[in-house]
C-alpha cells in the first residue's frame, strides 16, 4: 500500500504591524490571583490550613468522637488536609520570597492532584460527619449525653476548609489543562 505521508515546510511568520512592533512579543498568561505562587494562592491555603486545623482540634478535643467511624474519618481527613495546605503555603511563600513562578508543568500536576485527593477526603469526611450528627441530634435525641455542638462545629469548619480547597483546585486543573 502506498499512501502519500504528509510533509511540513516552514512558514514564515507574517511580518508585524505597526502596534505589534511596539508590544513585542506575545507572554504566557500572568498567574491569577489564587493559583500557586501567588498572594492569593497563599491566602486561600493559609485557610484551608486554619480551618482544617480548627475541625481537627475541636474534633479531637471531645472524648467520645471515636464511637463513629465518621468522626474517625474526619480527623483522619482534616489532618491530611492541614499537613497539605501547610506543606503548600511554605511553598507560596518560598516562591514569594524568591519572585519565582510556580507555572512548571509537573508541579502544576502534583499540586491538582492532591488538591483533588485532599479536598475529595475532606467533602466526604464532612458529608459523613455532618450526617452522624444529625442522625445522634435529630433522630435519636441524644445532644445530652454527647457534644453534639463541637461535632458540629467541627463539621462546619471542614466545609469551610473544603470550600476554600476549591478555588484552588479549580484554578490549578484550570492551569494544567491550559498549557
Not at 491569577?32 to 478535643?61: E, H, K, N
Not at 503555603?89 to 492532591?114: C, E, H, P
Not at 455532618?130 to 435525641?141: H, Q
Amino acid at each position: 500500500m502506498n499512501a502519500s505521508r504528509p510533509s511540513v515546510h516552514p512558514v514564515e511568520a507574517p511580518p508585524l504591524t505597526e502596534g505589534e512592533a511596539h508590544n513585542g512579543p506575545r507572554v504566557r498568561m500572568k498567574d491569577l490571583q489564587g493559583m500557586p505562587g501567588t498572594r492569593g494562592g497563599l491566602i486561600l491555603r493559609l485557610c484551608q490550613f486554619v480551618f482544617a486545623a480548627v475541625s481537627l482540634y475541636v474534633m479531637a478535643s471531645t472524648s467520645d468522637f471515636h464511637e463513629a467511624t465518621a468522626f474517625c474519618y474526619l480527623v483522619l481527613a482534616v489532618s491530611l488536609q492541614s499537613l497539605w495546605s501547610f506543606s503548600l503555603a511554605i511553598v507560596d511563600i518560598y516562591a514569594l520570597l524568591v519572585r519565582r513562578s510556580l507555572r512548571n508543568y509537573i508541579v502544576i500536576r502534583l499540586f491538582t492532584i492532591g488538591d483533588g485527593i485532599t479536598s475529595t477526603l475532606t467533602f466526604a469526611a464532612a458529608c459523613a460527619s455532618a450526617g452522624i450528627t444529625v442522625l445522634i441530634g435529630n433522630d435519636l435525641n441524644k445532644c445530652a449525653v454527647n457534644h453534639c455542638t463541637r461535632f458540629e462545629t467541627a463539621t462546619a469548619m471542614a466545609f469551610i476548609s473544603w470550600f476554600a480547597m476549591s478555588p484552588s483546585f479549580l484554578l490549578n486543573f484550570w492551569s494544567l489543562a491550559s498549557q
